[in-house]
């Protein structure tokens, strides 16, 4: 099975910070890899697929980038309703195994 | 408007089985995959497995193998996931998410739906 990290585990940001979470996989998934965003109590709302497209409806203020086995998710300019917890997620090969999660919360 | 509406929360005693129900509701139910992601209090996101609701194919993670099923009845877009011979460590919140093409693009996802197993 695909392993995926993300660093950092967990970040403080303030409203208009540039965030950058990292994503890497154990082995090349080419650009099969997706973003979540998950808040406390909800079920995980998708943000990014293909390592870089933006799902329909989703800020532009999200962007993300890479390939291979590294990946970057960047929110430009953080907005209060952007602190949760961020998720990648490998869709190259079965089982399509989840990052453990980054948490942004407010500094 | 796509939804995905998931029973209601279960508790379980060790050893039982649990059915958690997904009904599919505002697109062609057969043309998508529905897969299953639980999170455990305070864990992130695990996936379970897949199912294709165009011809019942699956394909589990290998931990749950001989304990989990996942079936589809067509006839009410509905997506069904067991998992027998519970364990503490199954309680969970259970996702299905509708999957878009061979990569499952997991683009709308269902409530959730508490599992609790405890004696």
């Known amino acids: 099975d695909i392993q995926m990290t993300q660093s950092p585990s967990s970040l403080s940001a303030s409203v208009g910070d540039r965030v950058t979470i990292t994503c890497r996989a154990s082995q090349s998934i080419s650009s099969y890899l997706n973003w979540y965003q998950q808040k406390p109590g909800k079920a995980p709302k998708f943000l990014i697929y293909s390592a870089s497209s933006l799902q329909s409806g989703v800020p532009s203020r999200f962007s993300g980038s890479g390939s291979g086995t590294d990946f970057t998710l960047t929110i430009s300019s953080l907005q209060p309703e952007d602190f949760a917890t961020y998720y990648c997620q490998q869709s190259y090969s079965a089982p399509f195994t989840f990052g453990p999660g980054t948490k942004v919360d407010i500094k | 408007q796509v939804q995905l509406v998931q029973s209601g929360a279960e508790v379980k005693k060790p050893g039982a089985s649990v059915r958690v129900s997904c009904k599919a509701s505002g697109y062609t139910f057969t043309s998508y995959g529905i897969t299953w992601v639980r999170q455990a209090p305070g864990q992130g996101l695990e996936w379970m497995g897949w199912i294709s609701a165009h011809n019942g194919d699956t394909k589990y993670v290998q931990k749950l193998q001989g304990r989990v099923t996942m079936t589809t009845d067509t006839s009410t877009s509905t997506v069904y996931m067991e998992l027998r011979s519970l364990i503490s460590d199954d309680t969970a919140v259970y996702y299905c998410?509708?999957?878009?093409?061979?990569?499952?693009?997991?683009?709308?996802w269902g409530q959730g739906t508490l599992v609790t197993v405890s004696s």
């Open positions: 998410a509708r999957g878009l093409g061979e990569h499952q693009l997991l683009d709308y």
